[in-house]
T-cell receptor, first 116, second 109 residues
Protein backbone atom coordinates (compact mmCIF):
# COMPACT_ATOMS: atom_id res chain seq x y z
CA UNK A 1 0.00 0.00 0.00
CA UNK A 2 0.90 3.64 -0.24
CA UNK A 3 3.26 4.85 2.47
CA UNK A 4 3.81 8.39 3.67
CA UNK A 5 6.62 9.20 6.05
CA UNK A 6 7.32 12.24 8.17
CA UNK A 7 10.55 13.43 9.65
CA UNK A 8 11.22 14.09 12.41
CA UNK A 9 8.67 12.18 14.43
CA UNK A 10 9.13 14.60 17.30
CA UNK A 11 11.06 17.80 17.86
CA UNK A 12 11.65 20.12 20.79
CA UNK A 13 12.88 23.61 20.09
CA UNK A 14 13.35 26.94 21.79
CA UNK A 15 10.97 29.80 21.26
CA UNK A 16 11.97 31.95 18.30
CA UNK A 17 13.64 29.23 16.29
CA UNK A 18 12.37 27.74 13.04
CA UNK A 19 11.54 24.10 12.57
CA UNK A 20 11.24 22.18 9.31
CA UNK A 21 9.09 19.07 8.98
CA UNK A 22 9.35 16.80 5.97
CA UNK A 23 6.61 14.73 4.41
CA UNK A 24 7.51 12.10 1.84
CA UNK A 25 5.47 9.75 -0.29
CA UNK A 26 7.62 6.64 -0.47
CA UNK A 27 6.08 4.56 -3.21
CA UNK A 28 3.92 6.90 -5.23
CA UNK A 29 4.00 10.35 -6.72
CA UNK A 30 1.93 12.79 -4.73
CA UNK A 31 0.48 15.52 -6.87
CA UNK A 32 -1.20 17.01 -3.82
CA UNK A 33 -0.11 17.08 -0.21
CA UNK A 34 -2.02 18.35 2.79
CA UNK A 35 -0.88 19.62 6.17
CA UNK A 36 -2.99 19.27 9.28
CA UNK A 37 -2.57 20.38 12.86
CA UNK A 38 -4.00 18.61 15.85
CA UNK A 39 -4.10 20.00 19.37
CA UNK A 40 -4.41 17.60 22.31
CA UNK A 41 -7.75 15.84 22.49
CA UNK A 42 -8.98 17.70 19.42
CA UNK A 43 -9.57 16.82 15.82
CA UNK A 44 -7.34 17.45 12.84
CA UNK A 45 -7.62 20.86 11.26
CA UNK A 46 -6.54 21.35 7.69
CA UNK A 47 -3.88 24.05 7.48
CA UNK A 48 -3.01 24.09 3.81
CA UNK A 49 -3.09 22.22 0.54
CA UNK A 50 -0.06 22.13 -1.72
CA UNK A 51 0.26 21.03 -5.30
CA UNK A 52 3.64 20.16 -6.71
CA UNK A 53 5.33 23.14 -8.27
CA UNK A 54 2.80 25.74 -7.19
CA UNK A 55 2.07 27.84 -4.13
CA UNK A 56 0.18 26.32 -1.25
CA UNK A 57 -3.42 27.24 -0.56
CA UNK A 58 -3.90 28.11 3.09
CA UNK A 59 -7.07 27.70 5.09
CA UNK A 60 -8.63 30.73 6.68
CA UNK A 61 -6.83 31.79 9.83
CA UNK A 62 -3.54 30.07 8.99
CA UNK A 63 -0.65 32.50 8.61
CA UNK A 64 1.22 31.74 5.41
CA UNK A 65 4.28 33.66 6.54
CA UNK A 66 4.48 31.63 9.71
CA UNK A 67 3.85 28.23 8.19
CA UNK A 68 5.92 28.02 5.03
CA UNK A 69 5.06 25.13 2.76
CA UNK A 70 7.19 23.94 -0.10
CA UNK A 71 6.19 21.14 -2.46
CA UNK A 72 9.21 21.07 -4.70
CA UNK A 73 8.89 17.51 -5.96
CA UNK A 74 6.25 14.86 -6.41
CA UNK A 75 7.48 12.97 -3.37
CA UNK A 76 8.40 15.70 -0.89
CA UNK A 77 6.64 18.53 0.86
CA UNK A 78 8.06 20.52 3.73
CA UNK A 79 6.39 22.60 6.42
CA UNK A 80 8.56 25.18 8.15
CA UNK A 81 7.25 26.72 11.34
CA UNK A 82 9.04 30.05 11.50
CA UNK A 83 9.82 31.83 14.75
CA UNK A 84 8.04 29.15 16.69
CA UNK A 85 6.26 29.99 19.93
CA UNK A 86 4.81 27.74 22.63
CA UNK A 87 1.32 28.11 21.15
CA UNK A 88 2.63 26.43 17.99
CA UNK A 89 3.22 23.25 19.97
CA UNK A 90 1.03 20.67 18.34
CA UNK A 91 0.89 17.43 16.39
CA UNK A 92 1.43 18.09 12.69
CA UNK A 93 0.22 15.48 10.23
CA UNK A 94 0.66 15.44 6.48
CA UNK A 95 -1.19 13.46 3.89
CA UNK A 96 -0.55 12.81 0.23
CA UNK A 97 -2.74 12.04 -2.74
CA UNK A 98 -1.88 10.78 -6.16
CA UNK A 99 -3.85 12.14 -9.05
CA UNK A 100 -7.29 13.66 -8.91
CA UNK A 101 -9.60 14.61 -6.10
CA UNK A 102 -11.42 11.27 -6.19
CA UNK A 103 -8.31 9.43 -5.07
CA UNK A 104 -7.60 8.42 -1.49
CA UNK A 105 -5.38 10.41 0.81
CA UNK A 106 -2.63 8.59 2.69
CA UNK A 107 -1.53 9.95 6.02
CA UNK A 108 1.88 10.24 7.56
CA UNK A 109 2.55 9.21 11.16
CA UNK A 110 2.70 12.79 12.40
CA UNK A 111 5.32 15.04 13.98
CA UNK A 112 4.99 16.24 17.54
CA UNK A 113 6.38 19.73 17.95
CA UNK A 114 7.06 21.13 21.41
CA UNK A 115 8.22 24.72 21.65
CA UNK A 116 9.74 25.69 24.98
CA UNK B 1 -15.12 24.94 10.76
CA UNK B 2 -15.77 21.26 11.36
CA UNK B 3 -17.65 19.52 8.61
CA UNK B 4 -18.31 16.40 10.61
CA UNK B 5 -19.92 16.30 13.98
CA UNK B 6 -19.57 13.09 15.88
CA UNK B 7 -21.45 11.63 18.76
CA UNK B 8 -20.95 10.51 21.32
CA UNK B 9 -17.82 12.43 22.24
CA UNK B 10 -16.78 9.58 24.50
CA UNK B 11 -17.83 6.00 24.90
CA UNK B 12 -16.85 3.50 27.58
CA UNK B 13 -17.74 -0.16 27.11
CA UNK B 14 -16.63 -3.59 28.20
CA UNK B 15 -14.86 -6.12 26.07
CA UNK B 16 -17.24 -8.07 23.93
CA UNK B 17 -19.80 -5.31 23.67
CA UNK B 18 -20.52 -3.41 20.48
CA UNK B 19 -19.57 0.23 20.03
CA UNK B 20 -21.53 2.55 17.79
CA UNK B 21 -20.61 6.09 16.89
CA UNK B 22 -22.23 8.52 14.51
CA UNK B 23 -21.05 11.26 12.22
CA UNK B 24 -23.11 13.99 10.62
CA UNK B 25 -21.97 16.40 7.95
CA UNK B 26 -23.28 19.41 6.11
CA UNK B 27 -22.24 19.45 2.46
CA UNK B 28 -22.27 17.00 -0.43
CA UNK B 29 -19.45 14.49 -0.40
CA UNK B 30 -17.59 12.09 -2.68
CA UNK B 31 -16.86 9.70 0.10
CA UNK B 32 -16.62 9.41 3.85
CA UNK B 33 -13.81 7.72 5.67
CA UNK B 34 -13.26 6.50 9.19
CA UNK B 35 -9.93 6.59 10.96
CA UNK B 36 -8.60 5.37 14.27
CA UNK B 37 -5.97 7.19 16.26
CA UNK B 38 -4.24 5.84 19.31
CA UNK B 39 -3.12 8.43 21.83
CA UNK B 40 -0.31 10.56 20.42
CA UNK B 41 0.00 8.48 17.28
CA UNK B 42 -0.84 8.82 13.60
CA UNK B 43 -4.05 7.95 11.86
CA UNK B 44 -4.98 4.45 10.84
CA UNK B 45 -7.35 4.25 7.90
CA UNK B 46 -10.26 1.93 8.69
CA UNK B 47 -12.76 2.11 5.91
CA UNK B 48 -13.91 4.27 3.00
CA UNK B 49 -17.51 4.41 1.87
CA UNK B 50 -18.42 6.16 -1.34
CA UNK B 51 -21.42 8.40 -1.72
CA UNK B 52 -23.27 5.79 -3.81
CA UNK B 53 -22.78 3.09 -1.20
CA UNK B 54 -25.04 2.51 1.79
CA UNK B 55 -23.17 -0.03 3.84
CA UNK B 56 -19.72 -1.51 4.00
CA UNK B 57 -18.07 -4.15 6.13
CA UNK B 58 -14.48 -4.81 7.05
CA UNK B 59 -13.82 -7.49 9.64
CA UNK B 60 -15.54 -6.38 12.85
CA UNK B 61 -16.35 -2.98 11.40
CA UNK B 62 -19.60 -1.99 9.79
CA UNK B 63 -20.13 1.45 8.30
CA UNK B 64 -23.38 2.88 7.01
CA UNK B 65 -23.95 6.01 5.01
CA UNK B 66 -27.22 7.87 4.59
CA UNK B 67 -26.66 10.72 2.17
CA UNK B 68 -30.23 11.94 2.52
CA UNK B 69 -29.63 12.53 6.21
CA UNK B 70 -25.97 13.41 5.70
CA UNK B 71 -24.91 10.95 8.34
CA UNK B 72 -22.76 7.89 8.81
CA UNK B 73 -22.27 5.38 11.56
CA UNK B 74 -19.41 3.13 12.56
CA UNK B 75 -20.14 -0.06 14.44
CA UNK B 76 -17.39 -2.08 16.07
CA UNK B 77 -18.65 -5.50 17.03
CA UNK B 78 -17.26 -7.69 19.80
CA UNK B 79 -14.93 -4.95 20.99
CA UNK B 80 -11.50 -5.67 22.41
CA UNK B 81 -9.25 -3.70 24.73
CA UNK B 82 -7.04 -3.00 21.72
CA UNK B 83 -9.91 -1.06 20.14
CA UNK B 84 -9.38 1.68 22.73
CA UNK B 85 -8.64 4.77 20.64
CA UNK B 86 -10.16 7.90 19.18
CA UNK B 87 -12.23 7.42 16.05
CA UNK B 88 -12.68 10.15 13.47
CA UNK B 89 -14.88 10.45 10.46
CA UNK B 90 -13.60 12.50 7.55
CA UNK B 91 -15.59 13.74 4.59
CA UNK B 92 -14.02 14.12 1.18
CA UNK B 93 -15.77 16.75 -0.91
CA UNK B 94 -13.98 16.91 -4.24
CA UNK B 95 -10.59 16.81 -2.62
CA UNK B 96 -11.50 18.92 0.39
CA UNK B 97 -10.98 16.76 3.45
CA UNK B 98 -12.60 17.65 6.77
CA UNK B 99 -12.49 15.73 10.00
CA UNK B 100 -15.11 15.33 12.65
CA UNK B 101 -14.43 16.07 16.29
CA UNK B 102 -13.90 12.42 17.08
CA UNK B 103 -15.26 9.85 19.49
CA UNK B 104 -12.98 8.61 22.24
CA UNK B 105 -13.65 4.92 22.88
CA UNK B 106 -12.42 3.10 25.96
CA UNK B 107 -12.82 -0.66 26.09
CA UNK B 108 -12.23 -2.18 29.49
CA UNK B 109 -11.28 -5.84 29.93
Amino acid sequence: GAVVSQHPSWVICKSGTSVKIECRSLDFQATTMFWYRQFPKQSLMLMATSNEGSKATYEQGVEKDKFLINHASLTLSTLTVTSAHPEDSSFYICSARQGGSYNEQFFGPGTRLTVL
Amino acid sequence: SQQGEEDPQALSIQEGENATMNCSYKTSINNLQWYRQNSGRGLVHLILIRSNEREKHSGRLRVTLDTSKKSSSLLITASRAADTASYFCATDSWGKFQFGAGTQVVVTP
